[in-house]
């Protein structure tokens, strides 16, 4: 059974940075790709990132360009969001998801989601 | 980018009823396009994808169709945990982009 869990969530200050993991079991991590998807408060979906089964390709929001990073360590079966420069409009509840498979497939399976808080 | 518009936003319907929910994308994208099903507090669902294959464990009540631009998620006879959020969503291009999504209410 896919299993993903996510962590590292919290309320940052404007300005500040936070490292979101997401914890993968139950398939071979390293192919597949991942995304990060976030939700503010009351709103839509809105994907984040994409990263590729073997960490080498990545592709980002304009919204989140240049201020965050994902990557992914295989041999942990861990996927991470590096968020800097954090502005209120990050508030969101952030899921990471597994792709079926690589890039131009959708997700199959989503973790619980860790809320980040950018408030001062 | 291409944009998804969902219709309706919302909808109210009554236990056992049928409800169509319409998703457009702004260019055609195949058949690249997924829907989701999100209770409130919790991760969004894989319901369907490539239009209109049902991932495993979805319940055949749940059909999808379309190609292109225009999408349609059919859900037949509904039943109270029915009653929750859908999104269309498509993986055709980078962005990928959410439909604003359509509440199902019951009436």
């Known amino acids: 059974e896919v299993q993903l869990l996510e962590s590292g969530g919290g309320l940052v200050q404007p300005g500040g940075s936070l490292r979101l993991s997401c914890a993968a079991s139950?398939?071979?991590?390293?192919?597949?790709?991942m995304i990060w998807v976030r939700q503010p408060p009351g709103k839509g979906l809105e994907w984040v990132s994409i990263i590729t089964g073997s960490g080498g390709s990545t592709d980002y929001a304009d919204s989140v360009k240049g201020r965050f990073t994902i990557s992914r360590d295989n041999s942990k079966n861990t996927l991470y969001l590096l968020m800097n420069s954090l502005r209120a409009d990050d508030t969101a509840v952030y899921y990471c998801a597994k792709q079926k498979w690589e890039l131009r497939t959708a997700s199959d399976s989503w973790g619980q989601g860790t809320l980040v808080t950018v408030s001062s | 980018d291409i944009q998804m518009t969902q219709s309706p936003s919302s909808l109210s319907a009554s236990v056992g009823d049928r409800v169509t929910i319409t998703c457009r994308a702004s260019?055609?994208?195949?058949?690249?396009l997924a829907w989701f099903q999100q209770k409130p507090g919790k991760a969004p669902k894989s319901l369907i994808y490539a239009a209109s294959t049902l991932e495993s464990g979805v319940p055949s009540k749940f059909s999808g169709s379309g190609s292109g631009t225009d999408f349609t998620l059919t859900i037949s006879s509904l039943q109270p945990e029915d009653f929750v959020t859908y999104y269309c969503?498509?993986?055709?291009?980078?962005?990928?982009?959410f439909g604003g999504g359509t509440k199902v209410e019951i009436k």
């Open positions: 260019q055609g994208i195949s058949n690249y």
């Open positions: 969503q498509q993986y055709n291009s980078y962005p990928l982009t």
């Open positions: 139950g398939f071979t991590f390293s192919n597949y790709a």
